[in-house]
């Protein structure tokens, strides 16, 4: 049974890798059509979860954590505003670098990885329950 709760502590890591991914694209598409406080000053800027692979010291696996929230370091998108009170000196209106449509790809291969590994702990926890009923 050791090997099938294994199984299911690499897929918690992975959804709880991935729900971290998930709430940072939320941030990023909430974010999305900011605009700097300050006159001529930098908006929000997109953010992206790197992972890493780690050993999990109770069982010996290797499992993936989120590590660090980088920044994307794109250019900000530009759109020419004047009269707008966050336009630089030349007139222009820094916005964020975010595209909303990468952001929803993104969100949807999280999404996707994340109901995988569910299905790895629903699969594990199944045949731990045949495993029991067949030592019955």
């Given at each position: 049974m050791g090997d099938l709760s294994t199984s299911s502590d690499i897929a918690v890591s992975g959804m709880k890798a991935q729900a971290k991914r998930l709430r940072i694209i939320s941030e990023n598409l909430a974010n999305a059509d900011s605009v700097a406080k300050t006159k001529g000053g930098k908006p929000y800027q997109r953010q992206v979860v790197t992972f890493k692979a780690a050993l999990d010291k109770n069982t010996g696996a290797d499992i993936v954590e989120a590590d660090k929230v980088v920044k994307d370091k794109s250019d900000f998108n530009k759109k020419?505003?004047?009269?707008?009170?966050?336009?630089?000196?030349?007139?222009?209106?820094?916005?964020?670098?975010?595209n909303p449509l990468v952001e929803m790809m993104d969100m949807k291969e999280a999404q996707r990885s994340y109901e995988a590994n569910l299905n790895i702990i629903k699969t594990s926890k199944d045949m731990m329950k045949s495993t029991i009923d067949l030592l019955k």
């Open positions: 020419y505003d004047p009269h707008h009170p966050s336009a630089g000196a030349d007139g222009y209106v820094l916005y964020p670098n975010v």
